[in-house]
């Protein structure tokens, strides 16, 4: 069973531009989660969609956004990047939002901000 | 209140050796603990996990002890490995929260041949 998939891995952007980053969840998973990981502030929740619905949202300013498919496949966004946006952007799905649910980290898509 | 404050920063243990890690949450509505294995260059996995209904958790070499009153969780890695040398993530999820886990600052654990 695929576990879960990041694209890119890897990426540069400039401060100002903007980066679509994709992750496909786990075969039957119907529950996507971002998280953002920094050496200063560590593994911070982003945004959960479930659905095709946001069901949940952290404290990050509006330029962070995502969205998720009909097949659960989701993207998240950021526009206008800054330096601080720099980080390893996480991924994580799971069954459904029950309190049973276990979530499966991908990879993650590491963004370098000049 | 939303904070899980995870300690130490870093541990260093023999190999064979007992590793402790420790996590403290303020938020009783939280009511499930996860802690999550990270190894450089890879998302974190589930290590193990326990709901506050239960006051130990034993898997393998992994324990989960959980102090409900104090509001404390604890992993114990007995007989550790130098393949258990990782960063270590103690979370919290409250109820019908579904994705959104809030993590400890992550211990680095060094295990020494």
């Known amino acids: 069973k695929a576990g879960v998939t990041q694209t890119p891995r890897y990426l540069i952007k400039t401060r100002g531009q903007q980066v679509t980053l994709s992750c496909s969840p786990i075969s039957g998973h119907r529950s996507v989660s971002w998280y953002q990981q920094t050496p200063g502030q560590g593994l911070q929740f982003l945004f959960e969609?479930?659905?095709?619905?946001?069901?949940n949202k952290g404290n990050f300013p509006g330029r962070f956004s995502g969205r998720q498919f009909s097949n659960s496949r989701s993207e998240m966004n950021v526009s206008t990047l800054e330096l601080g946006d720099s980080a390893l952007y996480l991924c994580a799905s799971s069954l459904d939002r029950s309190g049973a649910n276990v979530l499966t980290f991908g990879a993650g898509s590491r963004l370098t901000v000049l | 209140q939303q904070q899980v404050k995870q300690s130490p920063q870093s541990l260093i243990v023999q190999k064979g050796g007992i590793s402790i890690i420790n996590c403290a949450y303020e938020?009783?509505?939280?009511?499930?603990f996860p802690w999550y294995q990270q190894f450089p260059g890879k998302g974190p996995a589930l290590l193990i996990a326990i709901r506050p209904d239960v006051s130990e958790k034993k898997e393998g070499r992994f324990t989960i002890s959980f102090n409900k009153s104090a509001k404390q969780f604890s992993l114990h890695i007995m007989d550790s490995q130098p393949g258990d040398s990782a960063t270590y993530f103690c979370a919290a999820r409250g109820r019908n929260q579904g994705g959104k886990l809030i993590f400890g600052q992550g211990t680095e654990l060094s295990v020494k041949p």
């Open positions: 969609y479930f659905s095709e619905t946001q069901r």
């Open positions: 938020n009783t509505a939280f009511d499930y």
